[in-house]
C-alpha cells in the first residue's frame, strides 16, 4: 500500500518517534527531536552500522573526532571554498530559495515575483571560538564528520599498526546551513552520518568501489530488512560527479516523495589526504613494508545519513490495514496500523500485558516478569485498556512481542507469547522466555 508522507509524519509525532524541534515555542526551521520511541530507534540503527561496519570487521576501527575543528581543515578540503549552494531572492516579497531546486528560477514560487540573479551561499554554520568575536576567532560546525577521518588518518596509522586496505568509521553529528530544508527529516540544518573512509592501495579501488556498493545493499535488505524493490543504486553520471572523483553512486531509497538519495558511496581518489598533506605540512604518504613502495592512499567513502535511514525504515514498515487483522484468536474489525519493523530494530521489544489491573496477584507476577525481562530487552509495562486495545497499541509501534499475565500464570507459572506479524499466541513457561524472545529476535 502507498504510504503518504503526511500520514508517516504525524504517526511519527503521535507515538513519539520525532517532534519538532523547540515545539512550544513554534519550531524551529530543519531542526527535530527524537521522542521515547525515536531515540531507541536511532540507536539501534546507529548500532547495526557500527556492528557491520566495525565490529565485526578486522580492517575498519572507530573513531570519535570533535565538532569544531581548525578551520583550515575547511580550507583544505575546499568547504571554504566550493561547499555551497545558489541562492536567489524574490525582488518583490524578499523570500529565499534554492535556485536549482525553482522550476522557474526567474519567478518566485510564493508571489510570482521577479528573481534576482543567485550567488553562491556557504552551507557551513559559522561561530566563534573564545571571547573575541573577530574574523581570527571563526570557527565552523562540521557539515560532514568525513574530514574528522581523514585529519586522523596519520594518528591511527602510527598508534594502531592498520595495514591496507584498512577503513576509519565514524558516527556523528553534521550541520549544513541548508537554504530550503524540507520533507521531514529528510533534509534538515542538523542531523547525523554514518560514514566510512576506506583506504587502497591506488589501482585496486575499482573492485573494492564495486565490494562496497555490493556490501551496502545487503546492510540495507538483509540487516535493516528493507524491501529490495524498494531500493536501487544510481550510478552518478560524469558531469555529476566532483572534479576530484572517480565514480559516485547513490543508494535510493523509494519515498512516498519518489525516489531520493539516503547514501552517497564515492571513490575518492587522493584527494583529501593530498589536500591535507599540502595545507599541514605533515607526511601522509603509506610506506609498504613488502614493496618499500611510498604513496599516498585512494579512498571509497560510504557515507550515509542516520535520519534518512530511519524515514526508509518506517515508510518501508508502516502498514494501515482497512478492516484489521482476523485469527483464530483475535479479530480486529476496524482500521488497524502496523509497523512491520525489523526486530532487531523496534523501539520496544517486549510490551508486558497484566490481563487485568485490578488483581494484586496478577499484577505483582506481571511486574516480577517486567523485572526479569527488562534486564535484557527495552520493555514496556502497560496495563491500561482492554488487551486488545493493548496488542493493537504496541503492533502500532512495531513490537514485536507481547507477554501477557492471567490467571492460569498464577498456577502454572507460564504467560502468552503473542506475535506481532502473526498475531500467534502461544503458552511458554516464565523461566523459558528470555531465552526465546532473544532466538527470535537476533537469530531469526
Ligand atoms: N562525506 C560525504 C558527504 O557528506 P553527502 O552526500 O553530502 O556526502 C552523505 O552526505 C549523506 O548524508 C547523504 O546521503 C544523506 O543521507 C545525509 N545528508 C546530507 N545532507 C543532509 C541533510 N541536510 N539532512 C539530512 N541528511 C543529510
Same mark, same amino acid.
Not at 599498526?161 to 546551513?177: E, T, V
Not at 560524469?238 to 538519495?261: M, N, Q, T
Not at 575518492?268 to 613494508?289: I, M, N, P, V, W
Given at each position: ?115 534576482? %540573479? ?24 562540521? @557539515? ?20 591496507? +586496505? ?14 530550503? @530544508? ?7 540544518? %542538523? ?10 592501495? @591506488? ?6 568501489? %564495486? ?44 519515498? +512516498? ?188
Amino acid at each position: 500500500m502507498e504510504n503518504s508522507f503526511e500520514k508517516i509524519v504525524s504517526f511519527c509525532k503521535r507515538r513519539g518517534f520525532v517532534f519538532p524541534s523547540s515545539d512550544i515555542y513554534g519550531g524551529l526551521g530543519g531542526f527535530y527531536d527524537f521522542g521515547p520511541l525515536g531515540v531507541e530507534l536511532k540507536k539501534n540503527i546507529k548500532d547495526s552500522w557500527w556492528r557491520a561496519m566495525v565490529q565485526r570487521r578486522e580492517d575498519v576501527v572507530g573513531l570519535d573526532s570533535s565538532i569544531i575543528m581548525n578551520p583550515n581543515i575547511w580550507k583544505a578540503s575546499g568547504h571554504t571554498e566550493t561547499f555551497s549552494d545558489p541562492l536567489s531572492e524574490c525582488k518583490k516579497c524578499h523570500k529565499r530559495f534554492r535556485s536549482d531546486h525553482l522550476e522557474d528560477p526567474k519567478k518566485c514560487p510564493e508571489c510570482g515575483g521577479e528573481m534576482m %540573479e543567485p550567488r553562491n551561499f556557504n552551507l557551513m554554520f559559522k561561530t566563534f571560538i573564545g571571547p573575541v568575536e573577530d574574523s581570527t576567532a571563526i570557527a565552523y560546525l562540521r @557539515p560532514e564528520t568525513a574530514q574528522g577521518i581523514f585529519v586522523n588518518y596519520k594518528n591511527i596509522v602510527d598508534t594502531q599498526r592498520m595495514k591496507l +586496505p584498512f577503513g576509519i568509521a565514524q558516527i556523528g553529528k553534521a550541520f549544513r546551513n541548508e537554504i530550503t @530544508p524540507g520533507n521531514f527529516i529528510f533534509r534538515t540544518r %542538523e542531523f547525523e552520518q554514518m560514514e566510512l573512509e576506506y583506504f587502497v592501495k @591506488p589501482g585496486t579501488e575499482d573492485k573494492i568501489f %564495486e565490494d562496497w556498493i555490493k556490501e551496502r545493499m545487503r546492510w540495507y535488505t538483509e540487516e535493516l530488512g528493507i524491501k529490495p524493490e524498494n531500493l536501487r543504486v544510481r550510478r552518478q553520471e560524469k558531469d555529476e560527479l566532483a572534479h576530484y572523483a572517480k565514480g559516485c553512486v547513490d543508494i535510493e531509497y523509494r519515498f +512516498p516523495i519518489g525516489w531520493s538519495e539516503i547514501e552517497g558511496i564515492a571513490s575518492r581518489a587522493d584527494f583529501d589526504l593530498t589536500q591535507h598533506q599540502k595545507f599541514s605540512g605533515q607526511d601522509l604518504t603509506y610506506f609498504e613494508d613488502d614493496t618499500k613502495e611510498k604513496y599516498i592512499p585512494y579512498v571509497i567513502e560510504p557515507s550515509c545519513g542516520v535520519e534518512r535511514t530511519i524515514l526508509a525504515v518506517l515508510c518501508d514498515a508502516y502498514e494501515e490495514i482497512e478492516g484489521g487483522r482476523t485469527t483464530t484468536t483475535e479479530s480486529v474489525k476496524e482500521k488497524e496500523t502496523l509497523l512491520r519493523i525489523n526486530k532487531k530494530l523496534a523501539p520496544i521489544k517486549v510490551a508486558i500485558l497484566p490481563l487485568v489491573k485490578n488483581k494484586p496477584d496478577i499484577t505483582n507476577k506481571a511486574r516480577e516478569v517486567y523485572g526479569m525481562l527488562k534486564q535484557n530487552f527495552a520493555c514496556s509495562y502497560d496495563e491500561v485498556g482492554a488487551i486488545g486495545r493493548r496488542y493493537r497499541r504496541h503492533d502500532e509501534i512495531g513490537t514485536p512481542f507481547a507477554v501477557t499475565i492471567d490467571f492460569d500464570t498464577l498456577e502454572k507459572n507460564d504467560v502468552t507469547l503473542r506475535n506481532r506479524d502473526t498475531m500467534q499466541q502461544e503458552r511458554i513457561n516464565i523461566q523459558d522466555l528470555t531465552q526465546r524472545i532473544k532466538k527470535e529476535i537476533y537469530e531469526n
